[in-house]
């Protein structure tokens, strides 16, 4: 049975980008097929006409609140993950331990009820609000990454060009590379684009603290394949064309949805799909992505998607000066069985 520990390696702190790159699409690219080195602007010159590239239109909201405990004065911080059907919000909070059921938080204009402490830093709130979503964009910010220690001159670099439908946590990162020079190239190339939605939440702030792969418990995540996006990959695989997922946030939507000859259904889950070495990949066939933490469940997605040569493309992407994580640079990669 696999290990954590397999999909570790050593990430140097300096690799960790601590600024956005300008213009968006000045930032590198490796190509996995041969290690060649480019810019995110010549990625439509790697693909071919008539492939479909697949982006995640969701956008990030001003999730991270800040308050103090009406009881006590002291500090609450809230990162707002998911709502569900009652209203009620799932949250990381600091500090979480003391945070019972009952406990009222002064968010200033409005308050959060602890309803429930779910352990793992993770509580169940009530916000007192008529409209939510308006009063988290006031009061709340755009929550970074933990590791990026840099600043953003514009809160909306942490957001994709194409950004549409609110309801993540982080960005989908590999679109941040996105500009519409880029998306111009690839039309001019025959590339046609189409968009899935999944909210991005607990798993990508989270660690894999278990040792054995099997046993770790995903998250799970709201997403959605529109009629349209169904109906272009059904052409694109008619075709006998490339499907291109742009981050590992549309692999995971594509691969819920899929059928087993590798189109996919329209429509809308929550799923807690834990793609991994031995997944069986139906959908996606090229994989633009950013580099990933070690031991993380995107890079076992990615592990799954390319095989062991992950591990070369790493060792490349660091000895080459390549910028890792959330801001950093990209890689192209094709599945294995290809």
Same mark, same amino acid.
């Given at each position: 049975?696999?290990?954590?520990?397999?999909?570790?390696?050593?990430?140097?702190?300096?690799? *960790? &980008?601590?600024? &956005?790159?300008?213009?968006?699409?000045? &930032?590198?690219?490796?190509?996995?097929?041969?290690?060649?080195?480019?810019?995110?602007?010549?990625?439509?010159?790697?693909?071919?006409?008539?492939?479909?590239?697949?982006? =995640?239109?969701?956008?990030?909201?001003?999730?991270?609140?800040?308050?103090?405990?009406?009881?006590?004065?002291?500090?609450?911080?809230?990162?707002?993950?998911?709502?569900?059907? !009652?209203?009620?919000?799932?949250?990381?909070?600091?500090?979480?331990?003391?945070? #019972?059921?009952?406990?009222?938080?002064?968010?200033? !204009?409005?308050?959060?009820?602890?309803?429930? =402490?779910?352990?793992?830093?993770?509580?169940?709130?009530?916000?007192? &609000?008529?409209?939510?979503?308006?009063?988290?964009?006031?009061?709340?910010?755009? %929550?970074?990454?933990?590791?990026?220690?840099?600043?953003?001159?514009?809160?909306?670099?942490?957001?994709?060009?194409?950004?549409? /439908?609110?309801?993540?946590?982080?960005?989908?990162?590999?679109?941040?590379?996105?500009? !519409?020079?880029?998306?111009?190239?690839?039309?001019?190339?025959? *590339?046609?684009?189409?968009?899935?939605?999944?909210?991005?939440?607990?798993?990508? +702030?989270?660690?894999?603290?278990?040792?054995?792969?099997?046993?770790?418990?995903?998250?799970?995540?709201?997403?959605?394949?529109?009629?349209?996006?169904?109906?272009?990959?059904? !052409?694109?695989?008619?075709?006998?064309?490339?499907?291109?997922?742009?981050? /590992? /946030?549309?692999?995971?939507?594509?691969?819920? +949805?899929?059928?087993?000859?590798?189109?996919?259904? %329209?429509?809308?889950?929550?799923?807690?799909?834990?793609?991994?070495?031995?997944?069986? +990949?139906?959908?996606?066939?090229?994989?633009?992505? =950013?580099?990933?933490?070690?031991?993380?469940?995107?890079?076992?997605?990615?592990?799954?998607?390319?095989? %062991?040569?992950?591990?070369?493309?790493?060792?490349?992407?660091?000895? #080459?000066?390549?910028? +890792?994580?959330?801001?950093?640079?990209?890689?192209?990669?094709?599945?294995? =069985?290809?």
């Amino acid at each position: 049975m696999a290990k954590v520990s397999e999909f570790r390696y050593d990430l140097p702190g300096e690799a *960790i &980008a601590q600024s &956005a790159v300008e213009p968006r699409h000045d &930032a590198r690219l490796l190509d996995t097929r041969d290690y060649t080195d480019h810019r995110f602007l010549d990625l439509p010159s790697l693909l071919d006409p008539g492939d479909l590239v697949v982006v =995640n239109e969701t956008r990030v909201r001003a999730a991270r609140l800040s308050g103090r405990r009406v009881d006590s004065g002291g500090q609450v911080e809230l990162l707002l993950l998911d709502r569900d059907r !009652e209203g009620r919000w799932e949250a990381l909070a600091k500090p979480a331990r003391r945070l #019972r059921p009952g406990v009222v938080i002064d968010l200033h !204009e409005t308050t959060a009820t602890v309803i429930d =402490n779910l352990g793992e830093g993770r509580v169940l709130v009530k916000l007192d &609000a008529d409209d939510e979503e308006a009063v988290v964009e006031t009061i709340g910010v755009i %929550p970074l990454p933990p590791y990026f220690t840099g600043e953003l001159d514009d809160p909306g670099r942490y957001q994709t060009i194409y950004a549409r /439908t609110r309801g993540s946590a982080a960005a989908p990162t590999a679109g941040l590379h996105f500009t !519409e020079e880029v998306m111009a190239a690839l039309s001019t190339r025959g *590339i046609e684009m189409a968009r899935v939605d999944l909210h991005v939440s607990l798993d990508t +702030f989270r660690p894999m603290t278990v040792e054995e792969v099997s046993d770790h418990v995903m998250h799970s995540e709201w997403c959605a394949i529109p009629e349209e996006t169904a109906r272009s990959v059904d !052409e694109t695989k008619k075709r006998g064309k490339r499907i291109v997922a742009v981050g /590992t /946030t549309v692999v995971r939507t594509l691969e819920t +949805f899929a059928r087993e000859d590798g189109r996919v259904d %329209p429509g809308e889950a929550v799923t807690d799909l834990f793609l991994q070495p031995g997944s069986d +990949f139906r959908v996606v066939d090229g994989l633009v992505t =950013n580099f990933h933490l070690p031991g993380s469940t995107l890079l076992l997605l990615l592990a799954g998607f390319m095989g %062991p040569r992950w591990r070369q493309a790493y060792r490349a992407a660091l000895d #080459r000066g390549y910028r +890792f994580l959330s801001f950093g640079d990209a890689m192209y990669a094709e599945r294995a =069985n290809t």
